[in-house]
T-cell receptor, first 115, second 113 residues
Framework: DGGITQSPKYLFRKEGQNVTLSCEQN?????MYWYRQDPGQGLRLIYY???????QKGDIAEGYSVSREKKESFPLTVTSAQKNPTAFYLC??????????????FGSGTRLTVV | QQQVKQSPQSLIVQKGGISIINCAYE??????FPWYQQFPGKGPALLIA?????SEKKEGRFTISFNKSAKQFSLHIMDSQPGDSATYFC????????????FGSGTQLTVLP
């Protein structure tokens, strides 16, 4: 079955530590996205990528980094510069590069907690 | 211009009742309006979507009503069931743009048995 796989499901980060969240899709979708979800704030865009080796900042990119070396993969690194990283992180994809106008397929999310 | 405002933040409905969630937008270039349903600990799933060339779209118990002049759209859940208890997000985007979906802040729906 096609879909988006996010791992790990739960992740704990110590202060000053970088962590990487995995997102893999087998849908052959061009565009991929990372969202952060906090209670009562909906989904906020962190980064998005329309094609391999290219990505754009979203609304809250500070303290995060991404790469898109393969079409199937779009990992997100939460760096030590992100001062409040505790949140639920969602990866999504759409079949076309210009994602506007199409529904998203979401992964099941990674819950990151700072300890 | 990119905001989508959603209300109410939470909603409690009796089983069999009608659940209504409202969204409003400012950017008149938006032309795709989906609704997503999210259960705890899961990613959102596309529920139903509408484009502004129609005023209403129905899929089973779920209906989107769209008012282009008022720049508002709403989700109606008829005969609400306890299994409908979830968080619902409205969203909007512009077809063909690189810009991705803009989401509302979400509505937590509880349907009482």
């Amino acid at each position: 079955d096609g879909g988006i796989t996010q791992s790990p499901k739960y992740l704990f980060r110590k202060e000053g530590q970088n962590v990487t969240l995995s997102c893999e899709q087998n849908l052959n979708h061009d565009a991929m996205y990372w969202y952060r979800q906090d209670p009562g704030q909906g989904l906020r865009l962190i980064y998005y990528s329309q094609i391999v080796n290219d990505f754009q900042k979203g609304d809250i990119a500070e303290g995060y980094s991404v790469s898109r070396e393969k079409k199937e993969s779009f990992p997100l690194t939460v760096t030590s510069a992100q001062k409040n990283p505790t949140a639920f992180y969602l990866c999504a994809s759409t079949p076309v590069r210009t994602g506007g106008g199409y529904g998203y397929t979401f992964g099941s999310g990674t819950r990151l907690t700072v300890v | 211009q990119q905001q989508v405002k959603q209300s109410p933040q939470s909603l409690i409905v009796q089983k069999g009742g009608i659940s209504i969630i409202n969204c409003a937008y400012e950017n008149t270039a938006f032309d795709y309006f989906p609704w997503y349903q999210q259960f705890p600990g899961k990613g959102p799933a596309l529920l139903i979507a509408i484009r502004p060339d129609v005023s209403e779209k129905k899929e089973g118990r779920f209906t989107i009503s769209f008012n282009k002049s008022a720049k508002q759209f709403s989700l109606h859940i008829m005969d609400s069931q306890p299994g409908d208890s979830a968080t619902y997000f409205c969203a909007a985007s512009i077809t063909g743009s690189a810009r991705q979906l803009t989401f509302g802040s979400g509505t937590q729906l509880t349907v009482l048995p």
